[in-house]
C-alpha cells in the first residue's frame, strides 16, 4: 500500500509539474524583453528645398530600429506588438491640411494602392523570422506609411516565403519634457500557418513625413525644434514585445540623440532669417 501511495503521488507531482510548465509557456504568459537599439535621422522633403536638418525647417524622419533576442521561436525576438516614439521637445506636428481618410480597411481591401493620396513618405522595411513547417526562415516586408486621421497608418506587405498583409495603426499623443509629439504605434500579430509561431521582427527602417503647396503657402507634416540642446536633439523608444494578452507583454526602451544642425542655433537662425528676406523681397 506505502508503494502503492507512492507511485501514486510520484505520478500527481508529474502531472502537476507538466501543467505549471504548459501554464507558464503558454501563449498568455509573459516573455523577457528583446534588447533594442535605435537611431534618428533628419532629411530633408524631396522637391522642397529649405527643409532637412535646419532648425525650425520642414523635414522627414527616418528611424531604424535593431531587436536582439532569443526568448522566442528557435531563438528569435518575440513578436513586436506595439512601437512608441518620443520626438524632442519643440517638434511641431501639423495633421491639418493633410489628407486623411485612408484607413485600416481601405489598405486591407486594396493595398497601397487604395491610399496613394494619402502617402506619407517611401516605403522603408522590416527584416524578421516567420516559421514554416517548423523551420525559422528569413522574410523581409515594406512598410509604407500613410496619413490618417491624428495619426499615421503602416501597411506592411511581403510575399516570400509567405504572404503578409497587415496593418499598423499609429496615433498622436504629447509627452512630457523633454519630449514633445509622441507616436503610439500597435502592431499586429503576424502568423505564417494556422498553430505556427507568430513572426519576429529584427530590424525596422521607416521614413516618414511630408509637405504640401496651399496656395501660396507650405505647410509641412513634421517640423524640427527652433534650438538644439548640446549634444543633440532627445530621442526615445519604448517597444513591447508579446503573444497574449496585454498584461502579459513586456518592454524594452531605447535612447538617442540626434545631431544638431550645423553650426547649431546660429546657423539655423541665418538661414531662416535669408528666407525671410527673400520672402519679404518676392
Not at 522566442?72 to 481618410?101: N, Q, W
Not at 517611401?122 to 495619426?151: A, D, L, Q, Y
Not at 498553430?195 to 525596422?204: W, Y
Request: proline share 9%.
Amino acid at each position: 500500500m506505502k508503494r502503492a501511495t507512492s507511485r501514486r503521488s510520484a505520478v500527481l507531482a508529474a502531472t502537476l509539474g507538466v501543467a505549471m510548465s504548459i501554464a507558464l509557456t503558454g501563449a498568455g504568459a509573459a516573455l523577457a524583453a528583446p534588447v533594442v537599439s535605435f537611431n534618428a535621422k533628419i532629411l530633408p522633403i524631396p522637391g522642397f528645398p529649405h527643409t532637412g536638418n535646419i532648425l525650425g525647417a520642414g523635414a522627414e524622419l527616418e528611424t531604424n530600429f535593431k531587436i536582439a533576442g532569443s526568448e522566442y521561436d528557435f531563438g528569435h525576438p518575440a513578436p513586436l506588438r506595439r512601437v512608441e516614439v518620443f520626438f524632442p521637445k519643440g517638434s511641431k506636428i501639423t495633421t491639418k491640411g493633410f489628407p486623411s481618410a485612408c484607413t485600416p480597411a481601405m489598405l486591407e481591401r486594396g493595398g497601397a494602392a487604395a491610399c496613394k493620396k494619402e502617402q506619407a513618405g517611401p516605403p522603408g522595411h522590416t527584416e524578421g523570422v516567420v516559421n514554416i513547417g517548423g523551420e525559422p526562415i528569413k522574410e523581409t516586408v515594406t512598410v509604407t506609411p500613410f496619413f490618417t486621421n491624428n495619426g499615421l497608418l503602416f501597411w506592411i506587405e511581403g510575399s516570400t516565403p509567405t504572404k503578409i498583409e497587415k496593418v499598423a495603426v499609429g496615433h498622436w499623443t504629447h509627452a512630457g519634457a523633454p519630449y514633445g509629439p509622441e507616436i503610439v504605434v500597435e502592431v499586429p500579430l503576424i502568423e505564417t500557418l494556422p498553430g505556427a509561431p507568430d513572426a519576429s521582427a529584427e530590424v525596422i527602417k521607416s521614413i516618414a513625413g511630408a509637405a504640401r503647396r496651399v496656395g501660396r503657402k507650405t505647410i509641412y507634416y513634421g517640423t524640427i525644434p527652433k534650438s538644439c540642446p548640446a549634444g543633440g536633439f532627445p530621442a526615445k523608444a519604448v517597444l513591447f514585445f508579446g503573444v497574449g494578452a496585454e498584461p502579459t507583454w513586456e518592454s524594452a526602451s531605447a535612447e538617442a540623440k540626434v545631431p544638431c544642425p550645423p553650426g547649431g542655433a546660429k546657423h539655423g537662425n541665418k538661414k531662416h532669417a535669408r528666407r525671410r528676406h527673400a520672402r519679404r523681397r518676392s
